[in-house]
């Protein structure tokens, strides 16, 4: 069983900052890419950033030069979210491409929300 477990979200002013945390856990032989998603009312699960298990990363044009994503070990990963708009005001879900000893699977966070308002 493999679990990800998020911590970080908040409410913030616009232009603040935040900081979001993810730890995988439980039977796990390797995690491939992590990333985090995030998902506004009324709108698709959208990608915000992904790292690859070599440090690669992507980001979402919306967020390119105010997010960064980051591992500091193979099974945690964070996003430093810097000049908060209220347009990132969503539930973010910590992502992670899992391979257990038995199988290949998408592990998802339970989501954190992030208010940005004033």
């Known amino acids: 069983q493999v679990q990800l477990v998020e911590s970080g979200g908040g409410s913030v002013q616009p232009g603040g900052s935040l900081r979001l945390s993810c730890a995988a856990s439980?039977?796990?032989?390797?995690?491939?890419?992590m990333g985090w998603f995030r998902q506004a009312p009324g709108k698709e699960r959208e990608l915000v950033a992904g790292?690859?298990?070599?440090?690669?990363t992507n980001y979402a044009d919306s967020v390119k030069g105010r997010f960064t994503i980051s591992r500091d070990n193979t099974k945690n990963v964070a996003l430093q979210m810097n000049s908060l708009k209220p347009e990132d005001t969503a539930v973010y879900y910590c992502?992670?491409?899992?391979?257990?000893?038995?199988?290949?699977?998408?592990?998802w966070g339970q989501g954190t929300l992030v208010t940005v308002s004033s």
């Open positions: 992502y992670a491409r899992i391979r257990t000893f038995s199988t290949t699977l998408d592990g």
């Open positions: 790292i690859t298990s070599g440090g690669d």
């Open positions: 439980g039977s796990i032989f390797a995690i491939y890419t």
